[in-house]
């Protein structure tokens, strides 16, 4: 009797273990239309030298080229290629047998955050029209429970993010596009609202990530959500304007902020050593020096004469995506070969794994999460 005692009071110790989660906060940072090329490889000699898309090449090449392949990773994206390749892991290096892509149709933004936030796929989400999101992303879910109330947040750079969190039905707190921070958040925060203002940012409906970031540590500082998603959005926008040398930029200023945020996260009571980061993209992009600005699938393409005759086959690669995790719950393993092709709509059940949740309670129809990462 005494052994089969032992074995049932081990037999609960095990399932304990194993519902029970280290950490109780997830941060989940995206970059928009980053390739796996240059979070792999660092800047791409292709495009650094072309003067269609570099105004000072050899300026640029000795910012960022060097010979050695990982010495060039390490110069454009050093937090994630050493911190996290050492202490985290590393998903998406196609030439190292390890892949991941999106499941959606598109391969654009909108179907791409969905993917992300939903874990699941709607064909029907085909545009990036301000539409609101008929799909409840995770960030909802867990927004509707009393444990989690006021503990979600969202910020991004792109103003279409209300429509996906879809903030009118979600009560998902989003700051995004060129959304002030309330002003007695931090002392700095009427500054910053007022520069937001004052400083131009090339686009119309993107904000320059600075102020995404910024607002966005404030934010998690003095509110301390549970599940923060922030979303930057240069890279995108500098790639599809065709700068080569500003995408690079903002790629290092992002790996720089990401940085800063993991410092932040282990400096500070509450998260230190209790918070997961993860950091993906939305999409991926062309390969050579004449599709690199674009993404979208052959399906996305034939919807447009102008990109059906341009790119009849569409955006060859721009579905191949990437992810980077480090924390108490993520094996650290480096860069982790795949034995299938992994996929986007994973990311959401993975962060509620790591939040000791069960995704298939909260949504049947979503995609296992990427257990291979995972202690």
């Known amino acids: 009797m005494k052994a089969i005692a032992k074995l049932a009071v081990i037999g609960c110790t095990l399932m304990v273990s194993h519902i029970v989660k280290a950490s ?39 910012q960022f080229w060097r010979d050695d392949k990982h010495a060039r990773q390490a ?43 939903t874990g699941s796929v709607d064909e029907a989400i085909n545009s990036n029209d301000k539409t609101p999101n008929p799909n ?10 009393a444990d989690y109330k006021n503990k979600t947040a969202l910020f991004g750079s792109w103003d279409v993010f209300p429509f996906i969190v879809n903030t009118k039905r979600s009560d998902v707190y989003v700051n995004a596009g060129f959304m002030p921070i309330e002003a007695d958040l931090f002392a700095d925060a009427p500054l910053l609202n007022a520069l937001q203002q004052e400083i131009p940012s090339p686009w119309h409906n993107v904000r320059l990530d600075s102020f995404t970031y910024r607002f966005a540590k404030a ?12 979303s930057l959005g240069e890279t995108d926008d500098f790639a599809h304007d065709g700068h080569y040398d500003h995408y690079l930029q903002s790629a290092k200023q992002s790996d720089a902020f990401i940085k800063d945020l993991w410092q932040t996260i282990q400096t500070t009571s509450g998260y230190k050593n209790n918070t997961t980061l993860i950091i993906t993209t939305d999409h991926g992009r ?15 393409m034939a919807k447009s004469e102008q990109g059906r005759k341009a790119f009849p086959e569409g955006i060859i690669g ?39 949740e069960n995704p298939k309670q909260l949504n049947p129809a979503m995609a296992d999460a990427i257990d291979e990462i995972l202690k």
């Open 24 to 62: 109780d906060n997830v941060v989940l940072v995206t970059l928009d239309g980053v390739r796996w090329q240059e979070v792999f490889n660092g800047a791409d000699q292709k495009l650094l030298a072309n003067p269609d898309f570099v105004k000072q090449p050899e300026q640029l090449k000795q």
């Open 219 to 230: 934010y998690m500082l003095a509110k301390k959500p549970k599940l923060l998603v922030i």
């Open 286 to 300: 062309g390969s050579n020096a004449n599709d690199w600005q674009h993404h979208s699938s052959k399906q996305a």
């Open 136 to 145: 409840k992303t995770i960030l909802e879910r867990l927004e509707q429970r």
């Open 318 to 356: 721009s579905e191949h995506i990437w992810l980077a995790a480090i924390g108490p719950d993520i094996k650290p393993q480096g860069l982790l070969k795949t034995t299938t092709e992994l996929k986007q709509a994973q990311v959401a059940a993975t962060i509620l794994t790591v939040l000791g």
């Open 75 to 117: 110069q454009l994206m050093p937090f994630i290629s050493n911190t996290i390749a050492q202490h985290g892991v590393l998903i998406g290096d196609r030439e190292n047998g390890s892949t991941m892509s999106v499941s959606n149709p598109w391969y654009f933004s909108y179907p791409g955050y969905s993917e992300i936030l």
